[in-house]
């Protein structure tokens, strides 16, 4: 689906967003923009794992208060859903969504004939087998339509009035398909699209449809003689310096024979080129079944095998292997902060890996806690050096008693950690009353007495647990870091 028709290159409309939904569809991505419309790769998805690709073509908002145009894209669509057959696109859905017209058509794996022949132009023409299967399938697919009859038995007298290579689908199984049944008609019918409606195509026209004369289904089988002879001769059929030499060379009827063009080429071949190609409608063939018998029989009598598989071949030998395209709609994720917490989600456009590492504020966050817990130890040891240096009168007054009562404890308490004060606690608290002699610092020496104690009250049985005390540790560490050590920014 990638050679939709060119467009005005002043013009890009909206895209839309991967992942958004259009209708009861998902979007995948843009496939190709074209002058009334753009194609998007789209999926629905059912119930217990169903899923299937389809393509969404959607009109071009700028169209959308056009009424006239519109109705004829309805109309049309509705038309198109009738067809069923295995050389016609199959029209799924017809929906609005916001305002936009839409349907959906069914996903083709391939490419466009467009496509093929300028991958092919440097090698010459296509394989004449593989010519011939191309255009007698479009030729099948083109009679089944101008055939078909409605609901009251009437013929709907459908043209498809736009047959080029742009609107041929080769799948790369060898399936050809022929796009946009119905659209280019009504393309054709309004004055805002006429212009780029002609623009591109007005090279794959009929004498009569240049003339402004109505038309009917030999005029796609003066298309289908403009699709064979450039197939098989890789030359453009009707080339001017402007739009108005094309149409005059179209309505006269000039043009150089194929076998002008290329050496050898069959005499058979070149007489249903002549005859599809006429001017006048009445010489042509009559309907594009009978075109379509006759490049049959050309192909049986010079022994040329015709089939899917043979198309199939050449075309992965000319483009290579192509994989069928996976449904999954690229996501990335996007921080977002609810409540004072952060939170990632996964948005359109990016991929999503199962190993994605954690956001550089949770690599991080044990940092100001870690710098917290330092400081608060810091600042407890600093404490204990205070009310250790206050307490150290005691000692400096009692030095010249205690060598008479107890030379030992009087020296270790200065240079010894309290856990050697534990086991005579009760002998070292007479020679720390002693010292309010003074009765001036009675407040400075009940610290000590409680720092000294400490470790007895840790080890009673109205210790708090691990769990409390964690808490707690927890709570003074944000506490501070929210005040004082951390702005609000850092965790920005």
Known sequence: MEGFAAHDPGFEPRALVPGSRLGNHEIVRRLAVGGMAELYLARVIGVSGFEKLVVAKRVHPHLASDANFIRMFLNEARLAATLDHPNVTQVMNIG????????????????????????????????????????????????????????????????????????????????????????????????????????????????????????????????????????????????????????????????????????????????????????????RFETAEAMELALEDFAHCNHLRTSPRVLAQYLEGLLGHRPYPTAEIPTQTRPIRTGGTERRILVPGSVASSTTPDPPRRQWRIVPYAMVGLAALGAGLG?????????????????????????????????????????????????????????????????????TSEPAARSSSAKPTRKKRRRSKGKRKTTQAGKSLYPPSYYE
């Open 96 to 283: 609005v969504s916001h305002g936009e017209h839409f349907f959906t058509m069914e996903y083709l794996h391939g490419e466009d004939l467009r496509r093929v022949l300028e991958k092919a132009a440097p090698d010459g023409p296509l394989p004449l087998e593989c010519a011939i299967e191309v255009v007698a399938a479009v030729a099948r697919g083109l009679h089944h339509a101008h055939e078909r009859h409605g609901p009251d038995g009437r013929p709907l007298g459908l043209v498809h009035r736009d047959v080029s290579p742009s609107n041929v689908l080769l799948t790369y199984e060898g399936g050809v398909k022929v796009v946009d049944f119905g659209i280019a008609k009504a393309g054709a019918l309004t004055k805002q699209t006429t212009a780029g409606t002609l623009k591109g195509k007005i090279g794959y026209m009929s004498p009569e449809q240049c003339r402004g004369d109505p038309v009917d289904r030999r005029s796609d089988v003066f298309a289908l003689g403009i699709l064979l002879y450039e197939t098989t001769t890789a030359r453009r059929l009707f080339v001017a310096g402007s739009q108005y030499g094309v149409l005059n060379k179209i309505i006269e009827g000039r043009y150089a024979p194929p076998s002008a063009v290329t050496e050898d080429y069959p005499d058979e071949l070149e007489a249903i080129v002549t005859r599809a190609l006429a001017t006048d409608p009445a010489d």
């Open 383 to 451: 404490m204990g050096g205070v009310f250790r240096s206050e307490a150290s009168p005691a000692p400096s007054v009692a030095p010249a008693a205690a060598p008479a009562v107890q030379p030992e404890p009087a020296v270790e308490p200065p240079g010894v950690a309290t856990p050697t004060l534990q086991p005579p606690a009760s002998d070292v608290e007479p020679p720390v009353a002693q010292p309010p002699a003074s009765e001036a610092e009675p407040p400075v020496v009940e610290p000590p007495a409680t720092t």
